[in-house]
Each structure stands twice: as C-alpha cells, then as structure tokens.
C-alpha cells in the first residue's frame, strides 16, 4: 500500500499555521471574556495585582530609578529649574488664596451656605495604578463601594483640582477614568472671561478645544468646572490661529501631573 | 533539561507579571518582544494582556464601554472604547514571533 505523507516543508507550514490559529483562538476568547464580563475580570485583575501596587506604593519614588535611568541629564536640570519657578509662583499664589477664600467664606455667610458645606471634603483614597503603567487615563484606587465610593462621583488631587470621574466600583478598589482620556468631552469655563466650551480629551492629561477667532482667551487663562466653587482643571498653553481659518485651536494642559499623583480625593457627584 | 526548560519558562512568566505592574507600559512591552523570542510559542503572554486591559481599562455595561461622550456621565454613556491594547500588542509580538523564528539563522529552533 503506497502511504503519501506531507513534504517537510508543508508539515512546518501547518504547524506554523496551527500555532497561528491557536493565539488567534485565544485572542477571541480573552477579548470575549473582557468583552462580556468586565467587571468580572476587573474584579480578578485588580486583585491579582493589589499586592504589587501595594509594593509599589510602600517603595514610593525608589522604583522611579526603572524608568528614570532613559531621561537625559539636560533635561532633568531644566525640569529642576522650571518646578522651582514654579513652586514661588505657587507660593504666592497659595497667599492670594488664602485672602479669596477668606472672602469667598464671608460672601457665603452672608446667603447663609458656609465654606466648609460648599467644599463638601471627600474621601482619601491611594493611588493603586496610573499612566504611565498602562496606557488608558485611568487610575486605580484603593477605595471603592465600602468607602461609600459611587460612580460618577468627582476626583480631586492637590487640594482643589479636577482630575476625573469614578467609571466603576468594586467593593474596596474604583477606576477612575481623567477627564483628558481621549476624545472624552468635558464642559468648563475660562475663569477670566466666562467664556463656556467643551474641551475634548487628547490624553496624557492634554485637552484641545476648536473656538471662533474672536473667542476670548488666552495663553495661561484658567480652565474650571462649572460650580459655584470653580474647581480648575486646566491651563491654556498654547493656542494656533491660522489665518485662513475662522476658528483657533487652543491646547489645555491638566494642572496635574497624574505621573506624581499618590493620594486623591473622592467628592460625592 | 526538559524541567529546566519549564522552570526557565515559569521564572520568565513570573517576571514578565511583575513588571506588568511596575514598569510603563512601553518598557514592558519591549520585555515582552523579548520574551516571545526567549521561549517557544509563549502563549500565556496573552493572558498578562487581558490582566492588564482588565485592571487598567475603565470598565463598562457595554461590550466595547464607552468613548467620545462627556466623562461627566460616562458611566451611563454607551460608545465605542478600545479596551483591547495589551492584549492585541501581546497578539502582534507572539504572531511576529512565530513568523520571525522560523527565518532566522541564528535562531535556535526548539
């Protein structure tokens, strides 16, 4: 009997294929099991890696050095320098604060709301995961339904500025997904001129906003969100008119730094 | 040699978990390329993609979640979010590596 077996170079072609197959295979059914149970497997990630962030966490800065070693001494001098700018320029702007809060308090009084009501203090929460671990806007945070955490409600760092908004609970972690998470649209004011637009999330704490020529705004206006205590967002940092265009576009850039973010805090919606 | 060869493969795995949650993303997909040309038909590198997508993606009731809506109710929103970059970057590095192995000299084939 004649037995025709495969050529050896067909034999490795298929098994090639083969092997193709079974990582397409598996690819379909992890991005079904994403896909359908998200929070399922949400659930079971965050768990798996708590502890590693909570590793993470404890040593701080000291692991900055795994991705401190690629950045050029330069630029590290300039970012020195700039942060110390930066830092009087806080200063006196933390003394200006403290004056308008002063009278922001009285004001109020005076319709019976107190400060401390408008301000309405959240819960603290760790940082358990932000950019740029993954590549999403999103953190992970260490408080979540038993905190008394919901979805929707508001992330502040630093105090007073917006960060994002709760996407999901789970009983003691929460994703919180930043406003520059891309093409998110975010309503907000220019605290200068009260000028209302919808800025639009580029990522990497970026926002762009497409207004008319005569818009008024400009380079360094503060970005807030609407309220009646305006909680800044952003700053203008540049802005490209051209001059056949009848609109200008203006580039936001998020107050803070995500990439230095250790605590925030999480106001009720 | 065939148990070291397995040990070789946990240890590798094991490492590549860690990092997942330390290093930026980008770094670890350059451990990942690595990895995929260290051991043969690393199929379980998929699987450190959908813990990533799974932890980091914002979750959502809708099978691809949500995008281009206001962050204020996105959590009601539905759209279109890609939640899928880890595990189609680990995809492209096993596939690319399959295809690689075979062609290149100095590879040694197991």
Request: net charge positive.
């Amino acid at each position: 009997m004649k037995t025709i077996f495969l050529q050896k170079s067909n034999r490795g072609r298929s098994r090639s294929l083969l092997r193709i197959l079974s990582a397409v295979l598996l690819l379909f059914f992890v991005a079904i099991l994403i896909g359908f149970a998200p929070d399922s497997s949400n659930r079971f990630a965050v768990a798996t890696a708590r502890p590693l962030w909570l590793v993470r966490t404890f040593f701080g800065d000291k692991l900055d050095f795994l991705t401190n070693f690629t950045r050029p001494k330069s630029n590290l001098i300039k970012e020195n320098e700039e942060l110390k700018r930066e830092l009087d320029q806080a200063r006196a702007e933390t003394i200006f604060y403290g004056a308008l809060s002063t009278e922001y308090g009285k004001l109020l009084s005076v319709l019976d709301r107190s400060l401390e009501d408008e301000k309405n203090f959240g819960k603290l929460g760790t940082v358990l995961a932000k950019p740029p671990q993954s590549p999403y806007d999103t953190l992970v945070i260490d408080i979540g339904r038993a905190a008394g955490v919901s979805a929707g409600d508001l992330v502040l760092s630093f105090g007073n500025i917006a960060l994002g908004r709760v996407n999901s609970v789970e009983e003691s972690h929460a994703t919180v997904l930043l406003f520059s998470n891309g093409g998110a649209e975010t309503q907000a004011i220019v605290e200068r001129s009260d000028l209302s637009l919808v800025l639009t999330g580029k990522g990497g704490g970026g926002f762009e906003v497409k207004l008319p020529q005569d818009a008024d705004i400009a380079v360094d206006d503060l970005i807030v969100l609407p309220g009646l205590l305006p909680t800044p967002l952003g700053q203008v940092v540049k802005i490209d008119t051209a001059a056949a265009s009848s609109f200008k576009t203006v580039s936001v850039r998020a107050l803070a730094n995500v990439n230095n973010i250790r605590w925030v805090e999480v106001k009720k919606n | 040699m065939k148990i070291a060869g397995i040990l070789k493969r946990i240890l590798i795995d094991l490492f590549l978990f860690a990092l997942l949650f330390l290093l930026p993303w980008w770094l670890w997909l350059i451990f990942a390329a690595v990895s995929v040309f260290i051991i043969d038909r690393q199929y379980e590198i998929i699987v450190l993609g959908f813990i990533a997508d799974a932890a980091y993606g914002a979750p959502s009731s809708n099978f691809f979640g949500s995008m281009g809506k206001s962050t204020q109710n996105l959590f009601l929103a539905d759209g279109f979010e890609f939640r899928f970059i880890f595990i189609i970057g680990t995809f492209v590095l096993l596939v690319t590596s399959m295809i690689l192995k075979p062609r290149l000299r100095f590879y040694n084939k197991m």
